[in-house]
Nanobody, 123 residues
Framework: QVQLVESGGGLVQAGGSLRLSCAASGRTFSGNTMGWFRQAVEKEREFVAGISWSDITRYADSMKGRFTISRDNAKNTVYLQMNSLKPEDTAVYYC?????????????????WGQGTQVTVSS
């Protein structure tokens, strides 16, 4: 089992920044891919970014250049730095863990999920 706890969400004005954190515990963090997803009200969950154990990253097209995913394996923590935030970035952001080396965009391929953290961007 892997337990994931997100933090760092909140209310920010458009153009602002937030950094989300996801702390993992339980089964080893080693060798696993971590991902961030988000779900806005009345919308489907969507892939935001992912990072492999070897620091290979993958982003959804709409997040490229604005969001940066990183991980600190010594701290079992993955981060999502979000800059130039827009009102359409408002959503609950979820951290996910995949027991594997690839970075799929489908949420069904991730094994563990956090409870989410709310990000609200005001215009």
């Amino acid at each position: 089992q892997v337990q994931l706890v997100e933090s760092g969400g909140g209310l920010v004005q458009a153009g602002g920044s937030l950094r989300l954190s996801c702390a993992a515990s339980g089964r080893t963090f080693s060798g696993n891919t971590m991902g961030w997803f988000r779900q806005a009200v009345e919308k489907e969950r969507e892939f935001v970014a992912g990072i492999s154990w070897s620091d290979i990253t993958r982003y959804a097209d709409s997040m490229k250049g604005r969001f940066t995913i990183s991980r600190d394996n010594a701290k079992n923590t993955v981060y999502l730095q979000m800059n130039s935030l827009k009102p359409e970035d408002t959503a609950v952001y979820y951290c996910a863990c995949r027991l594997g080396a690839t970075i799929p965009t489908g949420g069904g391929l991730y094994n563990y999920w956090g409870q989410g953290t709310q990000v609200t961007v005001s215009s």
